[in-house]
């Protein structure tokens, strides 16, 4: 890595700011430009290149940015020096706002789209099997497969029983409010009429 020379990053391990950084610093002017338009153009590539570039740059612009400043300040009465110091600094910001924005964007997407659990089906046999996986990183053992295929028709019997109880409940209700004669529009309103005293609609 202090070299700047990476091997490819195995998925879930990531790459740490540093390990970026020494990458980016390795590639040249036109290769670190070429990262930040694909980045700035939607047109792909590698995710941990384009971000080794980015990083990169950014550090050299903050560099460059503070030197400015460093000189600035060292002679106050100088324009010229204050101008260079202004200018560098609006780079900085304006890649930041640009290129750094998007990336994190970019990133935040991905990782957003990664977020939480999938819903695993627990009422069939390899929906608990998954359940395992996902928890274990690993499959079950083969001895509990009795036990999961067990669970997995009594949870399927649950979810069918709950399922006709939703539906008896729902056929109920529909069943009471058809025997139920609902009052018209103007026997609603001449209630409300009544009601607040002022009789009922002249007809």
């Known amino acids: 890595m202090a070299a ?3 091997g490819p990053v195995a998925p879930g391990e990531g790459a740490s700011t540093e390990a970026l950084l020494a990458r980016g610093l390795s590639m ?5 430009a070429q990262h930040v338009s694909n980045v700035m153009n939607n047109v792909g590539g590698d995710p941990v290149a384009q971000a080794s570039a980015i990083r990169a740059e950014e550090a050299r612009l903050s560099q460059r940015s503070n030197s400015a ?6 002679d106050p009465s100088n324009q010229e020096a204050r101008i ?14 640009g290129p750094v924005a998007k990336l994190k964007n970019d990133w935040h997407k991905t ?4 977020q939480g659990e ?3 089906d627990l009422s069939t ?10 928890e274990n990183g690993k499959s079950p053992d083969a001895k509990l497969e009795p036990a999961m295929r067990d669970m997995a028709k009594k949870v399927s019997d649950a979810a069918v029983a709950d399922k006709n109880a939703m539906l008896a409940l729902s056929n ?3 069943k009471q409010s058809a025997m139920r004669k609902l009052p018209s529009a103007d026997e609603v309103r001449n209630r409300i009429r009544e009601q607040i005293g002022i009789g009922p609609c002249p007809t």
């Not at 260079?84 to 930041?96: E, I, M, P």
């Not at 990782?111 to 990664?114: E, F, P, Q, Y």
């Open 4 to 6: 700047g020379e990476l």
């Open 28 to 32: 040249g002017p036109e290769e670190v």
């Open 69 to 74: 400043s460093r000189a600035s300040e060292a």
């Open 84 to 97: 260079a110091a202004d200018n560098a600094f609006k780079d900085l910001t304006d890649f930041h706002n």
């Open 111 to 114: 990782g957003k789209g990664l």
């Open 118 to 120: 999938m819903p695993v």
């Open 125 to 134: 046999f390899n929906g608990l099997r998954e359940a395992f996986l996902k």
């Open 172 to 174: 109920e209700i529909k």
